[in-house]
């Protein structure tokens, strides 16, 4: 395995781990799309003091981040 191969797994654990966790801490809130919304603001203001084109790329991998986890927290306010 090359390094860059090493590096792209280790990145994908760290993601789906950080997804878990996030989706975990977010059905516990009282309010769990507003939880999981806050912290997508919350990523997306650290963008801020990227260069336009990086941060529109950054932009769209949070969004696509945090997709996932509303989805899951919709569907679990639909249960509860």
Not at 19 to 47: C, E, F, G
Not at 48 to 74: M, Y
Request: aromatic share 4%; net charge negative; hydrophobic share 40%.
């Amino acid at each position: 395995m090359t390094e860059n191969e090493q590096i792209s797994a280790r990145l994908t654990v760290l993601e789906t781990i950080v997804k878990q966790l996030i989706t975990h801490m977010a059905v516990r809130d009282d309010d769990p799309p507003r939880w999981v919304q806050t912290r997508r603001t919350l990523a997306r203001s650290a963008i801020g003091a990227e260069p336009p084109r990086q941060a529109a790329n950054l932009h769209l991998a949070t969004d696509a981040f945090f997709d996932q986890a509303e989805e899951v927290v919709r569907d679990y306010a639909a249960v509860r």
